[in-house]
């Protein structure tokens, strides 16, 4: 997303093309798609997210067995 910005969205600069007038559109949604992920790297997905529902019985059976 970083070389997307740099290499073709720059040029139109910061907001989207909400209105059809510009070529092509800004890096408005790519930095945000950068943030998410940085975020998501640093603090990890959380107690309500999907992975966790999904190993929670693998845990159990592991745990059991020890």
């Known amino acids: 997303m970083l070389v997307a910005i ?18 092509g559109e800004g890096f408005e949604f790519h930095l945000l ?5 940085a975020f998501l790297m640093i603090r990890g ?10 190993s929670a019985p693998v845990r159990a059976e592991s745990s059991l067995a020890h």
Do not use: E, I, P, Y
């Open 6 to 23: 740099m290499t073709v969205h720059r040029d139109f600069g910061f907001f989207m093309n909400w209105t059809g007038t510009q070529k």
């Open 33 to 37: 798609v950068v943030a998410m992920v």
């Open 45 to 54: 997905a959380g107690a309500f997210s999907v992975d966790r529902v999904l």
